[in-house]
Nanobody, 118 residues
């Protein structure tokens, strides 16, 4: 199983970006999916998560600005980021709890850099 993240880049404060993360491989189904971020010198933190039933959870710092969604047919999770702030600058990682025919495990994408700067 592999997770491929994309969509990062440089954006000005107040701007928007949309991250995508597609899972591929021998997948039976996917449980929770989520986005985490790690800023320089800081620990990785949860940004947002979404269950297989599309229940969502957000870090307080991004509530009202970020929206997580998923397309189960495409095994893809998205993160729409609006009103971006310099404090949102970080490497963003996607995560998925994947069920194959034989086991259940957590997988990480490779990370995509988001830089918010004027």
């Amino acid at each position: 199983v592999q997770l491929q993240a994309s969509g990062g880049g440089l954006v000005q404060p107040g701007g928007s970006l949309r991250l995508s993360c597609a899972a591929s491989g021998s997948i039976f189904s996917i449980d929770d999916m989520g986005w985490y971020r790690q800023a320089p010198g800081k620990q990785r933190e949860l940004v947002a998560s979404i269950t297989s039933g599309s229940s969502t959870n957000y870090a307080d710092s991004v509530k009202g600005r970020f929206t997580i969604s998923r397309d189960n047919a495409k095994n893809t999770v998205y993160l729409q980021m609006n009103s971006l702030k310099p404090d949102d600058t970080a490497v963003y990682y996607c995560n998925a709890v994947v069920l194959t025919t034989t086991f259940r495990s957590s997988y990480w994408g490779q990370g995509t850099l988001v830089t918010v700067s004027s």
